[in-house]
């Protein structure tokens, strides 16, 4: 198979980004989220961090509501509103009850704007 064709066969994955990211861009592209330190194992605080995605400033005083699960189990979680810590930082409760891979779902609102996201968190044990 030519490198051209092979390329042309592999872009559209490539545009598909990291399926596991840890960090993303919201559903209507007006913030990007991502996680501000790893998390822990049990139930703790996540912090995530949130910015303008055309300016990467911090973004303040938005609702943010978390529910963390572990695809693939039936670990899931409840949903926890998400509390400003400081600019552009919020942290909500969750419980990661064994290590693996959890699945960050989120939503934002702003006024009238409100777009979803999903993060992908590995928890060691």
Known sequence: ???PRLAALLL???ACGDPLADEV?????T??????EAPALGDEEL???VEGAADAEP????ELLVVASMPGMS???SA???EMEEPGVYAAQVDLGMPGTWAIDGELTDGGVSEEFTLYAEVEG
Do not use: E, F
Not at 59 to 62: A, E, F, G, N
């Open 75 to 77: 670990h899931g979680g």
């Open 47 to 49: 912090r995530l961090r």
């Open 12 to 14: 559209p994955l490539a």
């Open 1 to 3: 198979m030519s490198m």
């Open 25 to 29: 861009l919201t559903s209507g592209g």
């Open 31 to 36: 913030w990007r989220v991502s996680i501000a």
């Open 80 to 82: 926890d509103q998400a």
């Open 59 to 62: 973004v303040s005083d938005l």
